[in-house]
Nanobody
Framework: QVQLVESGGGLVQAGGSLRLSCAAS????????MGWYRQAPGKQRELVAT???????NYADSVKGRFTVSKDNAKNTVYLQMNSLKPEDTAVYFCKAGVTTRTYYRMDFWGKGTLVTVSS
């Protein structure tokens, strides 16, 4: 019904930057919120940052001041600008979208994830 495609992951040195993108497509009536979560090896998935349809944002304490979430409504795309990256930011980053579908169901959809590796 709804597909999320992430891009922008990769290998970067500590202190460097990366920008992740996530584009949503499919049976979308409206997007209520979008966000990024991450899962490091051996750990549970955790919230990184979210942004609502009204552009309200929320960040994990560990990324405040370093990461910025933004969106392009026309493209149904959410971005995560990651600066001052640390080795502990290494994880698979997942995009999530809260969507009202064209059949008026409210559902959450997840992308497949993109790997971010920060070397020390």
């Amino acid at each position: 019904q709804v597909q999320l495609v992430e891009s922008g992951g990769g290998l970067v040195q500590a202190g460097g930057s990366l920008r992740l993108s996530c584009a949503a497509s499919g049976s979308i009536f409206s997007i209520n919120d979008m966000g990024w979560y991450r899962q490091a090896p051996g750990k549970q998935r955790e919230l990184v940052a979210t942004i609502t349809s009204g552009s309200n944002t929320n960040y994990a304490d560990s990324v405040k001041g370093r990461f910025t979430v933004s969106k392009d409504n026309a493209k149904n795309t959410v971005y995560l600008q990651m600066n001052s990256l640390k080795p502990e930011d290494t994880a698979v980053y997942f995009c999530k979208a809260g969507v009202t579908t064209r059949t008026y169901y409210r559902m959450d959809f997840w992308g497949k994830g993109t790997l971010v590796t920060v070397s020390s």
